[in-house]
C-alpha cells in the first residue's frame, strides 16, 4: 500500500513534470538499488575473469557471491537440510528397476527442450526400456 501510495504521489503530485519518472524496482532487470537478483553485475564479472583468465581466486569468490545470491533470492537457500544421525537400511529402499518404470519423459514438449535434451532423452528412456 505504501509503495502505491508513493508512485500516486510520484505520478499526480504537486512537483514539476520532470520528476514525473515512476522508479524501476528492478522486478524483471537488475537495478542498483532495486530488488536483489541471483545473476548480479558482481557475479557476472567474477564469473567473466575466472573463466577468461582461468584465476582460481575469482572463481572462488564468484561462487561465494553466487551462494549469497541463491541465498537473498531463492527459498531453496533459506532452507537448511537436516540430516539424521544414521541412514535408512537400504532393505527400506526400493529397487532401481521399480523406480524406472515410472520414468516419464512425455510431458517435456520438444518446444521447451533443444533438439539435444531431447534426443538425449530419447535414448536414456529407450535404454531403460
Known amino acids: 500500500l505504501e509503495e502505491s501510495l508513493q508512485r500516486h504521489e510520484i505520478a499526480f503530485g ?45 572463481y572462488d569468490k564468484y561462487c561465494e557471491a553466487a551462494m549469497n545470491s541463491i541465498q537473498d533470492c531463492t527459498l531453496r537457500g533459506q532452507m537448511e537440510i537436516a540430516f539424521p544421525d544414521t541412514g535408512i537400511d537400504i ?30 532423452l530419447a535414448m536414456a528412456m529407450n535404454r531403460l526400456g
Open 91 to 120: 532393505s527400506e529402499v526400493e529397487p532401481a528397476a521399480n523406480i524406472v518404470k515410472r520414468f516419464a519423459t512425455g510431458a517435456m514438449s520438444f518446444g521447451s527442450i533443444s533438439l539435444e535434451a531431447h534426443t538425449t
Open 14 to 58: 504537486e512537483d514539476e513534470c520532470d520528476s514525473r519518472i515512476l522508479r524501476n524496482p528492478g522486478f524483471f532487470h537488475w537495478r542498483s538499488g532495486g530488488e536483489k537478483h541471483i545473476n548480479d553485475p558482481t557475479s557476472i564479472g567474477l564469473l567473466q575473469e575466472a573463466t577468461k583468465y582461468e584465476n582460481k581466486n575469482a
